[in-house]
């Protein structure tokens, strides 16, 4: 049987989300703190925990709506760069869904493009700019291609991780052409990227909240 993402893993999502920054808090801080206003942690903690308090009063609604919801919390709730880019990625997810109740997982990989679409073109960032684009770019243009070849969603899973990982590690050698961490020129070199690894996180939450595991 095809896999199928219904209202239940979206909110296990977020739900996933809220745990894992808390949990990774301090650890978020620390690499902010390396190249940039050392509070990433801190936001993602505060707008993910906002998001939670939000969920039983939009539980009832379809996936659009709690996906908007998440959105304009966190555009409400964190500072600095990533209110408004986490915020663009699940607003524009949102728009993407539309009416639908249950999604494939070729129409959740188009919805979270549409949602990193958004995000590129708020912040204008491009691959190689230190950047959490550097996570989401390559991770979503491999499943569209596995997608494109025939690859099933389960077997993906396994990799959308293994290059959201590998893509991670990969901001430690670049130059940061955005955010905050630009000002450093050279020496932003060799610090992994905060907003890069938040966004591993959220996708090894949306992996647990698919298979539960």
């Known amino acids: 049987m095809a896999m199928q993402i219904e209202k239940q893993h979206i909110i296990t999502w977020l739900n996933l989300c809220a745990d894992t920054y808390a949990e990774n808090q301090d650890f978020l801080t620390d690499l902010d ?14 707008g993910f925990t906002k998001v939670r308090e939000t969920l039983p009063k939009v539980a009832e609604q379809n996936i ?75 991770v979503l243009q491999h499943l569209k291609a596995a997608l494109e070849q025939g690859a099933s969603g389960d077997h993906l899973l396994d990799e959308m991780i293994e290059i959201a990982e590998k893509s991670t590690v990969s901001t ?3 130059r940061a052409k955005k955010g905050r961490a630009s000002y450093l020129g050279e020496r932003s070199i060799g610090h992994q990227d905060p907003g890069a690894t938040s966004s591993l996180l959220m996708i090894k939450a949306l992996k647990q909240a698919i298979t539960g595991c």
């Open 64 to 138: 659009a709506a709690i996906l908007k919801n998440t959105g304009m919390t966190l555009l409400s709730s964190i500072g600095g760069a990533s209110g408004p880019l986490y915020g663009t990625l699940f607003i524009r997810m949102s728009a993407s869904v539309g009416a639908r109740e249950v999604l494939s997982f070729e129409e959740l990989v188009d919805d979270l493009k549409s949602g990193v679409d958004g995000v590129v073109s708020r912040g204008k960032a491009e691959l190689g700019d230190k950047t959490m684009c550097d996570v989401w770019l390559p």
């Open 172 to 174: 430690i050698e670049m």
């Open 33 to 46: 703190r390396d190249i940039g206003d050392a509070d990433h942690g801190l936001n993602m903690n505060r």
